[in-house]
C-alpha cells in the first residue's frame, strides 16, 4: 500500500486543478532522481568545474573567500551549505542575501579582497539576482562569481555563461519549478554547491548522493503517513530547529509552512540552544516542534538537552524528530520520529540539507490541504 503522500501523486488532473496540487507534489517527489541526474551531469563537468576553482582561488594555493547570495529560499540555500563547505574547501564561507547586498553593496564586503561570489538562483532573472551580479562586476574587481541556476534562459545564465573569469551551472530542466513553492530547485542548488567540495574524491560523493536519495525516496514511501497524520493536527504555530547546515534548512522548511499556508500557520526557526534565549514562549500548546537532530555526538548533547526541557514543561502539541537513526533517548522524547538511515552506513550530515527539507515541504502541503 503507498504511502499518503504517494497517493496524491495519482489523483487526476481536475481533483490536482481543485485542491491546488498540479505542481508542488510532483516536483518533492521527483527530487531524489534529480538529485542522481544532476550528479551524472556534475561529474561530466568535473574537469571545468576544477579548472575555475583554481583559478578563482578556491583551489591549490592561492585562496579566496566564498561568498553566497540569493534572495529567500536561494538564499537559505547559502545558509545550509556554508558550514560544510568552509571545511571541505579549507577557504572562509559567509552567506549574505542579495536583499541586503544590493541595499548596502559597499559595506558587505572589502573592495580590494578577492572573492568568489556564487549566486543561487531558480530564475535568474529577479531585479536583486541582477543587481547583485551587476554591483559585483563594477566595484569589486578582484572577484570573480559563480551561477548556479535552474534556468538555462535567465540573465544570470546568460551573463557568467558568456563573460570571461565567471562560470554557470546550469541545473536539469526538471529543477526550474512550476510551483511557486521552491522544491527541487532550493535542494538541486544546494547539493550542486556541497559537490564543490569533492571535486578531488568525487566517486565518494557519488556514493554518498546514493544513500541520500535512498533516504529521500524512503521518507515519502516509509514516513509519508506519519508526515500527513501529523499535518492534520490543529496546530497553529510551528518552530523549527537545527543546528550548522540544518539551522539553514529549517528556515527553509519554516518557511514553506508559511507559504503553503498562505501565513495562516505562523512559524518560526532557531537553533535548539537560541530557542532558550526568549523565544522558548513561542512554543504553546498550539505548536509544532520540528527538530532536525544532529548526527554529532557532542552536537546532539545540547540538543537532546533542549528536547528535554520542552518535554518537561509540556510544551507544544507535538514534537517531531529527524535523525540518521534513532536511539533509546530520542525515542523517549517523541513517538514521531524520522530515520533516515536506520541500516547501513548514512551519508554525512552535510548532505542532511536534502533529506531533511523534504519533510518540511511534505509537512507543509498536508497542513495546506487540512486548512484548504
Sequence with gaps: MKSAFLNL??????????RGLEFTPPEIAQQPSVWLKTVAQLKGQQKEIKVFLKKSGLAG?????????????S??????????????LNRETISIPTTHFVTNPLTMLVRDNKYVVCSFARSGDSPESVATYNIIKRFYKNAKQLVITCNKNGALAKRAGTEKGQ???????????????MTSSFSTMAMTAMSLGYVNSFAKFEKEMKITAAAGERIMAVYGDLIAKLGKLPFDRACFLGSGNLYGTMQECHLKMQEMTEGRVACRFDSFLGLRHGPQVFVNKKCLTVAAVSSDKYVRRY????????????????????CGKADKEIKKLSPHV???????????????????????????????????
Excluded at 75 to 88: P, T, W
Design 9 to 18: 501523486l495519482n489523483v487526476g488532473w481536475n481533483e490536482k486543478e481543485k
Design 61 to 73: 594555493s592561492d585562496k579566496a573567500t566564498l561568498i553566497f547570495v540569493g534572495a529567500g529560499t
Design 75 to 88: 538564499e537559505f540555500v547559502g545558509n545550509s551549505v556554508y558550514h560544510g563547505l568552509k571545511n571541505r
Design 167 to 181: 562560470f554557470c551551472i546550469v541545473l536539469p530542466d526538471e529543477t526550474n519549478d512550476k510551483s511557486l513553492v
Design 303 to 322: 540538543e537532546l538537552d533542549l528536547l528535554r526541557q520542552l518535554k518537561k514543561n509540556k510544551q507544544g502539541m507535538a514534537t517531531l524528530i529527524i
Design 338 to 372: 524520522i530515520e533516515l538511515f536506520p541500516k547501513g552506513k548514512p551519508a554525512h550530515d552535510d548532505l542532511r540539507i536534502l533529506t531533511d527539507v523534504m519533510v518540511g515541504q511534505i509537512l507543509g502541503t498536508f497542513k495546506s490541504m487540512a486548512i484548504g
